[in-house]
């Protein structure tokens, strides 16, 4: 199997676990706003602060390191899942000895509770982490989305039943740990795998090298990415930080399943490509153009129909959770710059210059919403936004002295996607304008109705515009359409 179907056919399989995913959680989503309050969804996502960043030590960055490496054999995965199991009891022990003095931070000694169960899964993770990454550096990404939706399933059955039986925030918790022992169990069949014991720490060190970097970017990228509730949660309470995250995590929904399915698939490519600078330009750019056609439409929408789309799918009390949300959607093209961009640093061992970027912009996003904060979330949401705009213009930087490239091959890049969704944009506001009264009033039928109309003009579009950045892709589709024979 060449590179290029390789990492169409790796692409098709990451898209299809990140879509069902999205898409699943998404509906869990809508069912959960009405089984939970906000407060509840906060103060989930304010222990989530910490475990989340917990984990990024706990893999240490040595399964990046090995998915990367040229050669990787059992005595490897052995020593990856020994360190990786010594780190998670270190934590488990740090955050039960602190669960008390976390209670009384934010004045409700349920957070300590909850803080203690979550973090049990941190002796699960080696045996979900290891056979991942197995199967991740084998690009097995088949075996994967299947791991991942059918864990999916088992952790929205858990999750839904526990909050219509009257569990609060128990019922997220709780089925993150067992679905995650469900996922260790599928993986390792996949894989094959069993664990095994190995205090090489000569090798351990080589790994250590790399994932050190890799973890320590993790950890500030995530530490950037989690200052908005941090913040919040100190000053607007629980309900804040669940209207926020409620914005936050739909703006990143088509982000994360367009972008994040091609971030896999483009790393690995990149990390075989790296001594082959034409090549490796050629996927960087390609990747944007394609990620910008396929995800800018999603958050034209959102600009449009912020308020009765949150409506509608949420209800009325996350109506709040409108402006930040058009908000954060401005800063769609910069996300998926800046995450591909990460990809390349990546793949080439640039991950120290990434680490200096990264570590700028916490400082830069903490005085951003800082100052915004006297505005509530949208003020906020705008201070993140316009520190991403620094933090998208110093990574693309980086990449493009990685790959020798220029400032005009990043304009070229999104082009295609520009023009589609000027076009979008206009039929939008043409069709907000020619919209009778009673489709306006009632919010599911006007945003049905407003999503009908985009997405059939943007299709139509994408299809048969001249494009000539576009002119393979399009084939493809029209011939999966049945709208153009194959060729002989």
Same mark, same amino acid.
């Given at each position: 199997?060449s590179?290029?179907?390789s990492?169409?056919h790796?692409?098709? !399989?990451?898209?299809?676990?990140?879509?069902?995913?999205?898409v699943?959680?998404?509906a869990?989503?809508?069912?959960?706003a009405?089984?939970?309050?906000?407060a509840e969804?906060g103060?989930?996502?304010?222990?989530?602060?910490f475990?989340?960043?917990?984990?990024?030590v706990?893999g240490?960055?040595?399964?990046? @390191?090995?998915v990367r490496?040229?050669?990787a054999?059992?005595?490897?995965?052995?020593?990856?899942f020994?360190?990786?199991?010594?780190i998670?009891l270190?934590?488990v022990?740090f955050?039960?000895?602190i669960a008390?003095?976390?209670?009384?931070?934010y004045?409700?000694?349920?957070?300590a509770?909850?803080?203690?169960?979550?973090?049990l899964?941190?002796v699960?993770?080696?045996?979900f982490?290891?056979p991942?990454?197995m199967?991740?550096r084998e690009m097995?990404?088949?075996?994967?989305t299947?791991?991942?939706l059918?864990?999916?399933?088992?952790y929205?059955?858990?999750?839904?039943s526990?909050a219509?039986l009257?569990?609060?925030? !128990?019922?997220?918790?709780l089925?993150?740990?067992?679905?995650?022992?469900?996922?260790a169990?599928?993986?390792?069949w996949?894989?094959r795998w069993?664990?095994g014991?190995?205090?090489?720490?000569g090798?351990?060190?080589e790994l250590?090298?790399?994932? /050190?970097? @890799?973890? &320590?970017n993790?950890?500030v990228?995530?530490?950037?990415?989690?200052?908005?509730?941090f913040?919040?949660s100190?000053?607007?309470g629980?309900?804040?930080?669940?209207?926020?995250n409620?914005a936050?995590?739909?703006a990143?929904r088509?982000?994360?399943?367009? &972008?994040?399915s091609?971030?896999?698939?483009?790393?690995?490519?990149?990390a075989?490509?790296?001594?082959?600078?034409?090549k490796s330009?050629y996927?960087f750019?390609r990747s944007?153009?394609l990620?910008?056609?396929y995800?800018l439409?999603?958050?034209?929408?959102? /600009?449009?129909?912020?308020?009765?789309?949150?409506? &509608?799918l949420?209800?009325?009390? !996350?109506?709040?959770s409108?402006?930040?949300?058009?908000?954060l959607?401005?800063?769609?093209?910069l996300?998926?710059?800046?995450?591909?961009?990460?990809?390349v640093l990546?793949a080439?061992?640039w991950l120290g210059?990434?680490l200096?970027?990264?570590?700028?912009?916490?400082?830069v996003?903490?005085?951003?919403i /800082?100052a915004?904060?006297?505005?509530?979330?949208?003020?906020?949401?705008?201070?993140?936004?316009a520190?991403l705009?620094?933090l998208?213009?110093?990574?693309?930087?980086l990449?493009?002295?990685?790959?020798?490239?220029?400032?005009?091959?990043?304009?070229r890049?999104?082009?295609p996607? =520009?023009?589609?969704?000027?076009?979008?944009?206009?039929?939008l506001?043409?069709?907000d304008?020619?919209m009778?009264?009673?489709?306006?009033s009632i919010?599911?039928?006007?945003?049905?109705?407003m999503?009908a109309?985009g997405?059939?003009?943007? =299709?139509?579009?994408f299809?048969?515009?001249?494009?000539?950045?576009?002119?393979?892709?399009t084939?493809r589709w029209?011939?999966r359409?049945?709208? @153009?024979?194959?060729?002989?």
């Amino acid at each position: 199997m060449s590179l290029g179907h390789s990492i169409r056919h790796g692409a098709k !399989w990451v898209f299809i676990g990140n879509t069902g995913s999205q898409v699943v959680n998404f509906a869990l989503g809508l069912i959960l706003a009405r089984l939970l309050v906000p407060a509840e969804f906060g103060m989930v996502a304010t222990v989530q602060i910490f475990t989340s960043l917990a984990g990024f030590v706990a893999g240490g960055g040595m399964g990046q @390191a090995i998915v990367r490496a040229k050669d990787a054999g059992k005595r490897d995965y052995d020593l990856l899942f020994t360190l990786q199991f010594l780190i998670g009891l270190l934590i488990v022990s740090f955050f039960f000895a602190i669960a008390p003095w976390f209670g009384r931070w934010y004045a409700n000694p349920l957070y300590a509770d909850l803080l203690r169960v979550a973090a049990l899964s941190f002796v699960v993770r080696p045996f979900f982490n290891v056979p991942s990454n197995m199967l991740y550096r084998e690009m097995r990404f088949k075996a994967k989305t299947v791991v991942q939706l059918t864990n999916l399933a088992i952790y929205n059955t858990i999750a839904l039943s526990l909050a219509y039986l009257g569990h609060g925030p !128990w019922s997220l918790i709780l089925a993150g740990l067992f679905s995650s022992m469900a996922g260790a169990l599928q993986f390792a069949w996949h894989a094959r795998w069993r664990p095994g014991i190995c205090f090489d720490f000569g090798r351990a060190g080589e790994l250590m090298r790399y994932g /050190l970097l @890799a973890s &320590t970017n993790d950890i500030v990228c995530y530490i950037r990415a989690q200052l908005p509730t941090f913040i919040l949660s100190r000053s607007l309470g629980p309900a804040g930080v669940g209207l926020y995250n409620k914005a936050e995590s739909l703006a990143a929904r088509p982000h994360g399943f367009i &972008t994040g399915s091609v971030y896999d698939v483009l790393f690995r490519a990149l990390a075989k490509e790296q001594d082959n600078l034409d090549k490796s330009r050629y996927l960087f750019f390609r990747s944007l153009t394609l990620v910008a056609v396929y995800g800018l439409p999603f958050y034209v929408g959102f /600009l449009w129909l912020a308020r009765p789309l949150m409506v &509608t799918l949420f209800g009325d009390r !996350w109506a709040d959770s409108a402006a930040p949300l058009m908000i954060l959607s401005l800063a769609a093209p910069l996300m998926m710059i800046e995450n591909l961009s990460g990809a390349v640093l990546a793949a080439r061992s640039w991950l120290g210059r990434e680490l200096v970027a990264q570590i700028v912009m916490i400082g830069v996003a903490t005085i951003a919403i /800082l100052a915004g904060l006297p505005y509530g979330m949208t003020g906020v949401a705008t201070g993140m936004v316009a520190a991403l705009f620094y933090l998208t213009l110093h990574m693309f930087w980086l990449a493009k002295r990685s790959l020798d490239a220029r400032w005009s091959d990043l304009v070229r890049a999104f082009i295609p996607a =520009a023009l589609l969704n000027a076009i979008l944009f206009a039929t939008l506001w043409l069709a907000d304008r020619v919209m009778p009264p009673a489709i306006h009033s009632i919010d599911a039928l006007y945003v049905l109705s407003m999503g009908a109309a985009g997405g059939l003009v943007y =299709a139509i579009c994408f299809l048969y515009l001249p494009i000539p950045a576009l002119t393979s892709e399009t084939a493809r589709w029209k011939i999966r359409l049945k709208l @153009a024979k194959a060729p002989a």
